[in-house]
Nanobody, 125 residues
Framework: QVRLVESGGGSVQAGGSLRLSCEAT?????????LGWFRQAPESEREAVAT????????YYADSVKGRFTAAWDISKNTLYLQMDSLKPEDTAMYYC?????????????????WGQGTQVTISS
């Protein structure tokens, strides 16, 4: 069974950087699975920030984070990263790691996905 554990959240000033990590274990030996980062601000819906289909294709990024955030999957460490640069106050949210068997992109995911517990990111102006 897939298990996800996030870390790396915190508080920084606008313009700063943070790197989130998500240790993901329990995947099969093939690469037909999907990983992603979502975020949810207070009184807002949860939205996809970045997704990676490990078997191929380019990563997906939300328009609001393109050019500032980079997602990467290090299979040797079983860890998904989200490097966040040039942070803005509107990036403040709870960030969640998500994983599923099969293809995904953005908000389109297969059934049976697993979520991490979330890590808080707070950006001050």
């Amino acid at each position: 069974q897939v298990r996800l554990v996030e870390s790396g959240g915190g508080s920084v000033q606008a313009g700063g950087s943070l790197r989130l990590s998500c240790e993901a274990t329990g995947f099969p030996s093939n690469n037909y699975y999907c990983l992603g980062w979502f975020r949810q601000a207070p009184e807002s819906e949860r939205e996809a920030v970045a997704t990676i289909y490990v078997a191929g294709g380019t990563p997906y990024y939300a328009d609001s984070v393109k050019g500032r955030f980079t997602a990467a999957w290090d299979i040797s460490k079983n860890t998904l990263y989200l490097q966040m640069d040039s942070l803005k106050p509107e990036d403040t949210a709870m960030y969640y790691c998500r994983a599923a068997m099969g293809y995904c992109r953005g908000d389109v995911w297969p059934q049976g996905s697993v979520w991490g517990q979330g890590t808080q990111v707070t950006i001050s102006s």
